[in-house]
Nanobody, 116 residues
Framework: QVQLVESGGGLVQPGGSLRLSCAASGFTFTIYAMNWYRQAPGKERELVAAITRSADITNYADSVKGRFTISRDNAKNTVYLQMNNLKPEDTAVYYC?????????WGQGTQVTVSS
């Protein structure tokens, strides 16, 4: 079955960086677009970044443009989210996601906390 396992979260000071990873298994990774979402306490889950299966197109939420970079390594079945110049408002649980015609698949999430 589809499995998405996020890692790389943690506590970081404002202005710092983190790189999140999402290891995928149970499906043909190379033919699926991949997404990163986040959910802050008391807020709805929001799309942060997306990447096409061949990595030729990426999209970002306005709030993270210029600071976050999504990438993928199809040989490793892994998608990444490089987060630079982190702000306290980036604090959230970050989720890896993909979808097909019938389902949307989610990882368990990884906590990112930006605080001094």
């Amino acid at each position: 079955q589809v499995q998405l396992v996020e890692s790389g979260g943690g506590l970081v000071q404002p202005g710092g960086s983190l790189r999140l990873s999402c290891a995928a298994s149970g499906f043909t990774f190379t033919i699926y677009a991949m997404n990163w979402y986040r959910q802050a306490p008391g807020k709805e889950r929001e799309l942060v970044a997306a990447i096409t299966r061949s990595a030729d197109i990426t999209n970002y939420a306005d709030s993270v443009k210029g600071r976050f970079t999504i990438s993928r390594d199809n040989a490793k079945n892994t998608v990444y989210l490089q987060m630079n110049n982190l702000k306290p408002e980036d604090t959230a649980v970050y989720y890896c996601n993909t979808r097909d015609l019938w389902n949307s698949y989610w990882g368990q999430g990884t906590q990112v906390t930006v605080s001094s």
